[in-house]
């Protein structure tokens, strides 16, 4: 799988947009970019996912650049209850399995929003 | 639909001692998982599930045992808890091992070993 770079924290104002980007440079043509968070102390929710096109659902949209290097998710309006760590994760869709069918987890963004 | 539920949701465990952690899912799912997160970490896969029957092992295996005799239940098993066994157990489902992205996690269970 890819691996995904993301920065640490952000903070983002409540009622505005936030905007969360995830590098992902070694991405191979089969692989999603799938994102998550996490409230504290609750286990992770799905949020999105997608390939190449952008995607939105009631929660968020993705934003996937031309060449699939980076992504973008995009909370519209940003409210308290949206502080998590938002996790970015890149896999391919059809797994072959062995040893490790799993999600990888890194260390994500955590996302504080300010009243 | 209660999705995934976990329990017990908090339990202190002494070094030696054993414990099943409970992991039930009521949306038919073919597949789950067990992962764990340590403080500063994201989550590790520790075994899965495909189907009734059919267990495999993840990224941190060892220490644990797993089994899968429903579609329903899926429990971890700790057979003589050790310290480095401390940390925060996530249970998640998902529809089919296809689809295995899509997951569903359960609340947690918290677990410290003195």
């Known amino acids: 799988d890819a691996k995904t770079t993301q920065p640490p924290s952000m903070d983002c104002a409540e009622g505005r947009a936030a905007n969360l980007p995830c590098n992902h440079s070694?991405?191979?043509?089969?692989?999603?970019v799938y994102w998550y968070r996490q409230i504290h102390s609750q286990g992770p929710q799905y949020i999105i996912h997608g390939l190449k096109n952008n995607e939105t659902n009631e929660m968020a949209s993705l934003i996937i650049t031309e060449d699939r290097k980076s992504s973008t998710l995009i909370l519209p309006h940003a409210t308290l209850r949206d502080t998590a760590v938002y996790y970015c994760?890149?896999?391919?869709?059809?797994?072959?399995?062995?040893?490790?069918?799993?999600?990888?987890f890194g260390k994500g963004t955590h996302l504080i929003i300010q009243p | 639909n209660a999705g995934v539920t976990q329990t017990p949701k908090f339990q202190v465990l002494k070094t030696g001692q054993s414990m099943t952690l409970q992991c039930a899912q009521d949306?038919?799912?073919?597949?789950m998982s067990w992962y764990r997160q340590d403080p500063g970490m994201g989550l590790r896969l520790i075994h899965y599930?495909?189907?009734?029957?059919?267990?495999d092992q993840g990224e941190v295996p060892n220490g644990y045992n797993v089994s899968r005799s429903t579609t329903e239940d899926f429990p971890l098993r700790l057979l003589s808890a050790a310290p480095s066994q401390t940390s925060v157990y996530f249970c998640a489902s998902a529809e089919t091992r296809v689809f295995n992205e899509k997951l569903f996690f359960g609340s947690g269970t918290q677990l410290s070993v003195l």
């Open positions: 994760i890149v896999r391919a869709y059809m797994y072959s399995g062995g040893g490790a069918d799993g999600l990888t």
């Open positions: 949306m038919n799912h073919e597949y």
């Open positions: 599930s495909v189907g009734a029957g059919i267990t």
């Open positions: 070694t991405i191979s043509g089969n692989e999603y």
